[in-house]
T-cell receptor, first 115, second 114 residues
Framework: DVKVTQSSRYLVKRTGEKVFLECVQDMDHENMFWYRQDPGLGLRLIYFSYDVKMKEKGDIPEGYSVSREKKERFSLILESASTNQTSMYLC??????????????FGPGTRLTVL | AQKVTQAQTEISVVEKEDVTLDCVYETRDTTYYLFWYKQPPSGELVFLIRRNSFDEQNEISGRYSWNFQKSTSSFNFTITASQVVDSAVYFCALLTSGTYKYIFGTGTRLKVLA
């Protein structure tokens, strides 16, 4: 089974702190994604990566950065956390499509609260 | 522009009732893929089904069925004889060919009452 794990289920940070959210997948997927989920807004894409050291901005990249030094790991960084970044963060991965497009596999999510 | 609309924010049904979750999508591409995911209270989205734009056949999997109609740009999901374990948030998503960007709807929260 594909497994996507996220470093924390719940996280509480202070305004201005630097926050790292880690995501690891064990199925050798090329593509990895970070979303945030807020009530009434669904899932919004923050960043995605289609290869090691490659990244592309999603719909809401402001205030976030990412790092992908190894294929299995994709980190989301909040350089200076703010209260409006309180949210559920979901990581996902998917293989590069061959003959069709594939579903994403999601981690359990990290609920981040910024005080 | 590409968009997915799930107009039903929340639905409540009594166990054993049938329920349909609506999904309407917008895209100008002729090749695209549609997905349904389930998010139970544990939080992890679980893949349910994928459909490509060239395959309009409806699909049935146990109590779940999906109705894909290109004429109305809809990909609706029906649960027959709902159970309490079906309580979750359900997301519909669109992916167009040549991109890695999945477009998600805002989700429909389904509550099945015993």
């Amino acid at each position: 089974d594909v497994k996507v794990t996220q470093s924390s289920r719940y996280l509480v940070k202070r305004t201005g702190e630097k926050v790292f959210l880690e995501c690891v997948q064990d199925m050798d997927h090329e593509n990895m994604f970070w979303y945030r989920q807020d009530p009434g807004l669904g899932l919004r894409l923050i960043y995605f990566s289609y290869d090691v050291k490659m990244k592309e901005k999603g719909d809401i990249p402001e205030g976030y950065s990412v790092s992908r030094e190894k294929k299995e790991r994709f980190s989301l960084i909040l350089e200076s956390a703010s209260t409006n970044q309180t949210s559920m963060y979901l990581c996902a991965s998917s293989p590069t499509p061959t003959g069709g497009y594939n579903e994403q596999f999601f981690g359990p999510g990290t609920r981040l609260t910024v005080l | 522009a590409q968009k997915v609309t799930q107009a039903q924010t929340e639905i409540s049904v009594v166990e054993k009732e049938d329920v349909t979750l609506d999904c309407v999508y917008e895209t100008r591409d002729t090749t695209y893929y549609l997905f349904w995911y389930k998010q139970p209270p544990s939080g992890e989205l679980v893949f349910l089904i994928r459909r490509n734009s060239f395959d309009e056949q409806n699909e049935i999997s146990g109590r779940y069925s999906w109705n894909f109609q290109k004429s109305t740009s809809s990909f609706n999901f029906t649960i027959t004889a709902s159970q309490v374990v079906d309580s979750a948030v359900y997301f519909c998503a669109l992916l167009t060919s040549g991109t890695y960007k999945y477009i998600f709807g805002t989700g429909t929260r389904l509550k099945v009452l015993a």
